[in-house]
Structure formats: structure tokens, C-alpha cells
């Protein structure tokens, strides 16, 4: 199986999870270091701040040939507003060391790291925000828009939106469905606005195909619900479409997303893309229950009368199903509503990791499951579906949001107490993926 020429091969971090060093060089707070305050936090994470070069000489160890990482509002703007040269004077560094090693640098905007100064103001709640980060974007291509090519602006808004303004599982941990919605329209809104300033950008989305096990209308009616809020109500705007009616429908009795949807929203958000980034870890298998009004084991905000079914295994340590197949046909289903290329940007797996006494990681599962979804991908593409790239999610063990240090996703374990880093095995399978541009049998 070989992959198109020119297949993009990488690895994706975000700069609260790896960077550390909250408090230097002037970065100001941000709202995830308010929210993890008296717990474990994203201090020190793994000291990229200050090993950035130790970790750009292992991407280049890998083969690797791009690098998606994110740059961090709070440390370029520590207030939402003003601007420190000293946070960008750190992603010049980062960005000319990448490219001193032919690695093309792919920088997410923001990766869920809002300045806490912003959310003291209603942070994704107000509409002000669009341009706040209109003007973070500008600032930031006008530093390093030079050099940078390849420019994401947000990353899961499903899961800043939702997660923290609905469920409040993360930052800011705000629990209203209503504002949920709200957030994710200016989520949406300031990705429009931010491309009018880049030229063109993409975007990644999050999403979970549903399964059902069965095909009756109640069940096919639970599958439309959910797939409407978690995948087409972010996609269709960006495709010019609008938000889809059905969604709009599900969610007209929080009578709080159609008043903050104003005169010209849509046609800011459906801005031409460069490419659209996929994320994709799982499915979500779906049922209906007897009672529709009833709130079942569902996440999205206004759903009601359906149920989100635990899933089957074999499960990650994050309790996510391993279904390859389902990225198949994901990519597919994009390509057929999409006329931009497709890019994996995440992609990965949690397991237990153990540093055997040799020093060696063996993490045969993570090898498994990369094996699994690279050969999903390349079905797709086989299929007909324009997908451009692959980034394995993540390139280090990181600082995993609400869930601490517990769970590792990296290609490279991290010793957070002593900051070594080791090339697990995953790690060099993935190295010699991209080194033949093919996949073993």
C-alpha cells in the first residue's frame, strides 16, 4: 500500500499540553490554568518552552516532515489584547528551528488555551471575541506569515464549545446548554474572521461517525440527532451551507443559537479553506429511549429523548471504541460533501505504558491501532477520497486536559519527574511507516 506523492507525514501537539512554563517570559493565565488550579496542570507538562530543540531533533529522528503545533494566546497576547514580544520571540525560535531541519511547521491558532483576561469578559460567549482573535491572528501571521505556510485556526471547537460551556468537564467549566451553543457560533464566526486576515486557512473538526444497531426509524431518528450537533452542525456552515435545519429544529427550544446568528455570520464563516483537518479517535453508537423528553447519556446540548451507548471493545484507556473502519468511512463521506483536500490531523491512541528495564517502551497496542488507521486511510484514498496527510496524535506524552497526566498518547514516553524521553516502539513503526511511504503486511 502505497501512499499519493507528496503525502504529508507528522505529528500534532497543542502548547498547553506540552509547554509548561506558565508563568515565564510574561505569558499571562489562561483559563486552563484557572480551571486546574489546586490540581494537576498543564505546569510543567513536558518543558517544551525550554526543550523545544531536544524535541525538534526527535520529529527529525522520526522522519517526520511536518510539525502541528499550537501557539498559545495567553503567551502572545497575555491580556487577549496586548502583545509580547518575548511569547513571539518563541515561536520564531521554534519555527526557524523546524525549518532549519526541512519540517514544515503547521500551527494551530488556538487549541482551547483562551487568555482568562477574555473569559473575566464572557470569554466565547461574547460576540466581542471574533475580533479579538482576528486580531491575535494577524499578529501572529505578521510575525511568522513569512515562513509559515500552513495555517489552522481553530482546533475542535465542538470541544471547546460544548465541553466547556456545556458540560463543563473543561475550561472554563461553565454548565449552560444555551451558552454552549452561543460559543460555538463565535467559535465558528472567529474562524471566519481570522481567515479574512491569514488569505485562507483550515480548520479542525472532531468527529464521530454514528452506529446503530438498527435500522428502524426511531434508531435511524437518534443517529440524524446526534451526528446533526456533533458533525454537521460545525462542517455545513463552512461549507456555505448554512447550519443544517434539522439541527436548528433539535435545538429551538434553548431559544439561544438562531438570536446570536446576526446579518452576515454565515457568509463570514463559509470562507474558502486551504484544506480541512479531521480528527478522528472513535465512533458513537446511538439509541432512542421510549421517553423523548427525557436527557439520556448524551453530551450535546438540547438533545433529548435519545441515548449515547457505552462503547465496544477493544477500547482505548480513555474507554474510546477502536474501530478503524469507521474512519474509512468517514473520509469517504467528507470527500463526497467536500471540494477541499482532506488531512488527518489527530489520530491516535492512550494505553498503559511501561519503561522496561532495557529502557525500551513496547507499546504493541498503539502499534496496532496506528497500523489499523493508516490502512483505514489509505482505503479511503483508494476509494476516491482526496486526503492529503496524516498526523499522528501525539508526538510526546502530554498533559491530558481534565484527565491530568493519566493518559498517554505519545509516539515518545515522558518521564514527567525527570523530563527523559524515550522513542517508544510506536514511535519507530510510525518512522519506518514514513521512511517506505507504505505499510508492512
Known amino acids: 500500500m502505497r501512499f499519493p506523492p507528496g503525502f504529508l507525514w507528522g505529528a500534532a501537539t497543542a502548547a498547553y499540553q506540552i509547554e509548561g512554563a506558565v508563568s515565564d517570559d510574561g505569558r499571562g493565565p489562561s483559563i486552563w490554568d ?4 489546586g490540581g494537576q496542570s498543564g505546569d510543567p507538562a513536558c518543558d517544551h518552552y525550554h526543550r523545544y530543540l531536544t524535541d525538534v531533533e526527535l520529529i527529525d529522528s522520526l522522519g517526520l516532515r511536518a510539525y502541528r503545533f499550537s501557539t498559545a494566546w495567553p503567551r502572545i497576547m497575555p491580556d487577549g489584547r496586548t502583545v509580547s514580544s518575548r511569547g513571539l520571540a518563541f515561536y520564531d525560535r521554534l519555527v526557524d528551528a523546524l525549518l532549519e531541519r526541512d519540517i514544515t511547521p503547521v500551527i494551530t491558532l488556538y487549541h482551547w488555551d483562551l487568555p482568562q483576561a477574555l ?5 466565547w460567549c461574547n460576540r466581542d471575541i471574533a475580533s479579538h482573535f482576528a486580531s491575535y491572528a494577524r499578529v501572529v501571521h505578521d510575525r511568522l506569515g513569512d515562513r509559515v505556510k500552513q495555517w489552522t485556526t481553530l482546533n475542535e471547537p465542538f470541544c471547546s464549545a460544548f465541553l466547556g460551556y456545556g458540560t463543563g468537564v473543561h475550561a472554563p467549566g461553565i454548565q449552560d446548554e444555551g451558552k454552549a451553543l452561543v460559543a460555538a457560533h463565535h467559535h465558528l464566526l472567529a474562524h471566519g474572521r ?12 472532531n468527529f464521530s461517525p454514528v452506529l ?5 426509524a426511531a434508531h435511524r431518528e437518534s443517529a440524524r440527532r446526534f451526528d446533526g450537533l456533533h458533525n454537521r452542525f460545525f462542517l455545513d456552515p463552512l461549507l456555505g451551507q448554512g447550519y443544517p435545519p434539522d439541527v436548528l429544529a433539535d435545538v429551538a427550544h434553548l431559544g439561544a443559537l438562531e438570536p ?3 446579518d452576515g455570520d454565515l457568509e463570514t464563516i463559509a470562507q474558502p479553506l486551504s484544506w480541512l483537518g479531521v480528527n478522528y479517535y472513535a465512533p458513537t453508537r446511538t439509541a432512542p429511549l421510549d421517553d423523548l423528553t427525557a436527557r439520556g447519556n448524551c453530551p450535546l446540548p438540547g438533545l433529548r429523548g435519545m441515548d449515547v451507548l457505552p462503547p465496544r471493545g477493544p477500547l482505548t484507556t480513555m474507554g474510546w471504541e477502536q474501530r478503524p473502519a469507521s474512519l474509512t468511512d468517514l473520509l469517504l463521506w467528507l470527500g463526497s460533501r467536500c471540494s477541499v483536500p482532506l488531512v488527518v490531523v489527530e489520530n491516535g ?13 513496547r507499546d504493541g497496542e498503539r502499534v496496532r491501532y496506528l497500523d489499523s488507521h493508516l490502512r483505514a486511510v489509505h482505503a479511503a484514498i483508494v476509494s476516491g477520497a482526496d486526503v492529503r496527510g496524516y498526523f499522528a496524535w501525539s508526538l510526546l506524552d502530554n498533559f491530558e486536559w481534565a484527565l491530568g497526566y493519566t493518559q498517554r498518547f505519545g509516539l515518545v514516553h515522558v518521564d514527567f519527574v525527570t523530563q527523559q524521553r524515550i522513542v517508544k516502539d510506536s514511535g519507530r513503526f510510525f518512522a519506518s511507516v514514513v521512511a517506505r511511504n507504505g505499510l508492512t503486511d
Open 119 to 123: 473569559q473575566d469578559e464572557g470569554g
Open 349 to 361: 491512541a492512550a494505553f498503559v505504558d511501561v519503561v522496561e528495564p532495557d529502557g525500551r517502551v
Open 34 to 37: 484557572t480551571f486546574t488550579r
Open 194 to 205: 481570522a481567515c479574512e486576515v491569514l488569505g485562507t486557512a483550515s480548520i479542525a473538526l
Open 260 to 262: 446570536a446568528i446576526r
Open 212 to 216: 446503530t444497531d438498527f435500522r428502524d
